[in-house]
Nanobody
Framework: EVQLVESGGGLVQAGESLRLSCAAS????????IGWFRQAPGKEREAVSG???????YYADSVRGRFTISRNNAKSTVYLEMNRLKPEDTAVYFC??????????????????????WGKGTLVTVST
């Protein structure tokens, strides 16, 4: 059974940090690009960051310089280090796995970005 399980969300104040984790199982993790996406209430799902099988990394303009993505293939886990959080970062954060390139995923767009597997999400709330 394929599973992607996000953890690490919570309530923080603006300027603080959180680290999200995405633990994967049930598929060949090394062969997949992993992405982080988020969806705020009443808004469309958007891409946040991605890391390819070869460890190339991608970031949305809104988070570049504040968020860092990394993957540990030995643990089948991807992390998203989020620093200097802003209230506009408040959303449910999802991780997803796919075999398209990040750029192809962006072309496909929401809601699924051509990703094959999705987690159920973890809520991040940033207060002022």
């Amino acid at each position: 059974e394929v599973q992607l399980v996000e953890s690490g969300g919570g309530l923080v104040q603006a300027g603080e940090s959180l680290r999200l984790s995405c633990a994967a199982s049930g598929f060949r993790f090394d062969d997949y690009e992993i992405g982080w996406f988020r969806q705020a209430p009443g808004k469309e799902r958007e891409a946040v960051s991605g890391v390819s099988e070869s460890d190339s990394k991608y970031y949305a303009d809104s988070v570049r310089g504040r968020f860092t993505i990394s993957r540990n293939n030995a643990k089948s886990t991807v992390y998203l280090e989020m620093n200097r959080l802003k209230p506009e970062d408040t959303a449910v954060y999802f991780c997803a796995a796919g075999r398209s390139s990040w750029y192809a995923s962006m072309i496909m767009g929401p809601p699924n970005f051509d990703m094959e597997y999705w987690g159920k999400g973890t809520l991040v709330t940033v207060s002022t």
